[in-house]
């Protein structure tokens, strides 16, 4: 699936598409949100879940400079450099 056609689908689709396709890399808490990353194909998703009204109330792509900002501290590249 390409970037495009994800961002043409409506929230719902896109919720049941990044469960089914996507690669959960990571995790971090926002005000009241739990937020959820995931990778599909060469694009970045997260999920904004709010656990208070079990409601997922987002669907965002993101970029690969915005999951670096936003993760960075979870990203581990030990492996890359030979460790």
Do not use: C
């Not at 990044?18 to 959820?36: A, C, M, N, S, V």
């Amino acid at each position: 699936m390409t970037l495009e056609e994800f961002d043409r689908l409506p929230m719902t689709e896109k919720v049941h598409k990044t469960f089914e396709l996507g690669d959960d890399l990571g995790k971090r808490d926002y005000l009241y949100y739990q937020i959820r990353l995931y990778m599909i194909d060469d694009f970045y998703v997260e999920i904004w879940y709010h656990p208070n009204l079990s409601k997922i109330d987002r669907v965002e792509i993101i970029s690969a400079e915005e999951v670096f900002t936003l993760y960075y501290d979870q990203i581990d590249i030990s492996d890359a450099l030979g460790k």
